[in-house]
């Protein structure tokens, strides 16, 4: 696409270089929106480019604001087209997956010359490599006194099929200071480090495993140190995300750390209810994800550590409570705990209480070759993929339209250990379950940005990284 003007071509491009870049308002551009440097320096001229990629587009009175991509070099561009002189065009640069201008507001803000009808800013960056920032685009524009925008894009860099888009839209709330999901998630980060971990073995793109050592070396001191604390469900997430690790780069101190948080879990299981795992080191209660990730997390640490015991008596112990604790219901589904009077409370079957124990007894079938254990696993999911759909298409209990808090993190934990029986089964009994559901999401309930709410049969919601890491999750397992 060309932007109309009165000028020649070639003076158009000449002018687009050599004009001053400021805010839309005429002021200097902020001391913020310093220049980013990668394949090339922010403000390259558009002339420059060898491809103008169009995802999104805004109308302004009879005008009309476009965002322009050269996906070879990770730039972009703005333009407006049917003005008029004085109409202004600009870049606002997001690192944070849209929430903010953490990028810089105003890039390239320019206005439509004298004589003309259309304009463009000069091409910035979307991400800062130098920087890990993981960024995103939006073109603006204002007649008068309305402004308007498109919705937020990027290039296709790091985001070649819709595996890696997903990964690269959850890295946008990796926070850099932090060094975890959303600023300060906890057990949830841990789960979205997982995704991103899974991503990179079934998609082969290894951009972000940065974040492994990352979120290991500037959090292992904190809460209980060793990523533990008083919540053991919040240790057993943390242990299997190290166990992760442990399999992607071969570093010893990760399947350590994982030790350690299993045998923090050891130390909280108790007679209460005939044994199992509390959920809390200040109190009995029996709970099912806590004793569903200790199953998983013992299971795997024997099937990593050479002539291991300990561990696997741990697991073998723990199935056999389990699966007579009265946790799992006559519908094969199964519920959150245990009441004071040790019998199932009722209490709702989330999805994740459905999935852990899957992988869980995966990871036992591997050590011990039961053919018990995959039978049992079936059965569960068997009932979880039918009776937790509606429209064919998985929806957590109660589900909110918010991606913030625990619950959205709920079905990617469900659909990681379902992918994981599926693979260890041999007919793969749930390919098709996980590919209507990936591509559903995919359908009806994505943006510009790839970025996806909490509904993946499509409706309203928000977005966030809960509900991003379990779609990621999903399109890991799905392939």
């Not at 685009?137 to 997903?166: F, K």
């Not at 992607?248 to 948080?261: E, F, H, I, M, Q």
């Amino acid at each position: 696409m060309r932007v109309q003007s009165s000028l020649p071509a070639v003076a158009l491009a000449v002018a687009l270089t050599t004009m001053s870049i400021g805010t839309a308002d005429g002021a200097a551009a902020p001391a913020a929106d310093a220049a980013v440097c990668n394949k090339f320096c922010d403000t390259r001229d558009p002339a420059l480019s060898t491809q103008d990629r169009q995802p999104v587009s805004a109308a302004l009175q009879s005008r009309t604001i476009v965002l322009h991509f050269d996906d070879a070099d990770a730039m972009g561009w703005a333009s407006i087209e049917k003005g008029a002189a004085g109409d202004q065009v600009w870049l606002d640069r997001s690192m944070d997956g849209g929430r903010t201008w953490t990028g810089g507001s105003k890039l390239g803000g320019t206005s439509v010359p004298a004589g003309g009808s259309g304009w463009r800013t000069l091409m910035y960056n979307v991400d800062d490599w130098n920087n890990e920032g993981v960024g995103a685009l939006r073109a603006c524009g204002q007649v008068a006194g309305s402004i308007a925008c498109t919705p937020w894009a990027r290039t296709t860099w790091n985001a070649g099929d819709r595996r890696t888009a997903v990964a690269t839209a959850l890295m946008m709330s990796y926070d850099r200071t932090t060094k975890l999901f959303g600023g300060n998630g906890w057990w949830t980060a841990a789960n979205a480090l997982t995704a991103i971990i899974d991503n990179a073995r079934v998609s082969g793109m290894g951009s972000y495993k940065y974040a492994i050592a990352e979120t290991y070396d500037k959090n292992l001191g904190a809460q209980g140190g060793s990523f533990t604390n008083e919540y053991l469900d919040d240790t057993g997430w943390w242990g299997l995300a190290w166990v992760d690790a442990y399999d992607s780069t071969g570093d010893s101190r990760y399947l350590s750390t994982a030790r350690a948080d299993a045998d923090h879990m050891y130390a909280n299981w108790n007679s209460a209810c005939g044994g199992g795992v509390r959920w809390n080191t200040d109190g009995n209660y029996k709970n099912a994800i806590t004793n569903e990730l200790f199953l998983w997390l013992t299971s795997a640490l024997h099937n990593r550590i050479p002539g291991d015991t300990a561990y696997l008596n741990e697991a073998k112990n723990e199935w056999a409570w389990f699966q007579q604790s009265g946790m799992i219901n006559g519908d094969h589904l199964i519920n959150d705990g245990l009441s004071d009077s040790c019998a199932n409370n009722g209490q709702p079957t989330w999805t994740y209480n459905q999935g852990v124990v899957l992988g869980g007894l995966t990871e036992l079938y591997k050590a011990t070759g039961d053919a018990s254990l995959p039978a049992a696993a079936r059965t569960l999911a068997d009932a979880s993929t039918v009776r937790l759909q509606s429209g064919g298409v998985l929806r957590e209990p109660g589900e909110s339209d918010s991606c913030t808090g625990d619950g959205p993190t709920f079905k990617g934990a469900y659909v990681r250990g379902l992918g994981k029986l599926n693979s260890q089964l041999g007919d793969h009994p749930y390919t098709s379950t996980l590919s209507r559901w990936a591509n559903a999401a995919y359908t009806s309930d994505r943006n510009a940005l790839d970025q996806y709410g909490p509904h993946w049969a499509g409706g309203g919601g928000s977005t966030d990284y809960g509900c991003q890491q379990s779609v990621l999750d999903l399109l890991n397992a799905a392939g």
